[in-house]
C-alpha cells in the first residue's frame, strides 16, 4: 500500500490494533486517530514535519472529489482534522518525533500508557 494513501487500515494494522487488549472504546479511539493521521499524511503528501495548518486542510477538502460539493461537511472535516492534529501533536512530543512521522505502533503504545495511568489512580 502507498504510505500516503488515505485508504484502510491494513490488515496487519487492524491485527495490530485488536491485539491491544484494550476496551473496545479505546480500540475505535486508535481506529479513529490512525485514519486521521493517514488522511493527513496524505494532505501534506509526507510522512514527517508538522501537522498541515487547517488553511490547507480546506483547501485540500475543496478539492476531494467525494466531498468538494458540500460546503458545510468541508467545514467540519477541516474543523475535526485539525482537532486531531492537535492530539497527534501531543503525541508526538510525548514520543519525541515529528506528528506526521507517527506510526499505529506509536498510537498503540501511547493509548497503553494512557490506560496504564487510569489504573494506577
Known amino acids: 500500500m502507498d504510505p ?3 485508504g484502510p487500515l491494513t490488515t496487519e494494522e487492524l491485527t495490530l490494533l485488536e491485539s491491544t487488549l484494550l476496551p ?11 485514519h486521521g493521521l493517514r488522511s493527513l499524511q496524505a494532505i501534506a503528501g509526507r510522512r514527517s514535519g508538522p ?9 485540500w477538502a475543496s478539492q476531494e472529489q467525494s ?6 461537511f468541508q467545514r467540519m472535516f477541516t474543523v ?9 501533536t501531543q503525541i508526538a512530543a510525548q514520543r519525541h ?22 489504573l494506577e489512580r
Do not use: F, N, Y
Not at 501537522?51 to 483547501?59: K, L, M, S
Not at 466531498?67 to 458545510?72: G, K, L, N, V
Open 97 to 118: 518525533c515529528d506528528p506526521l512521522a507517527l506510526e499505529l505502533p506509536d498510537l498503540c503504545a501511547w493509548a497503553l500508557e494512557q490506560a496504564d495511568r487510569r
Open 67 to 72: 466531498i468538494r460539493t458540500d460546503a458545510a
Open 4 to 6: 500516503l494513501s488515505s
Open 24 to 34: 473496545a472504546m479505546e480500540r475505535h479511539h486508535l481506529r479513529l486517530l490512525a
Open 51 to 59: 501537522i498541515p495548518e487547517a488553511g490547507v486542510i480546506a483547501d
Open 80 to 88: 475535526q482534522l485539525t482537532r486531531l492534529g492537535e492530539v497527534l
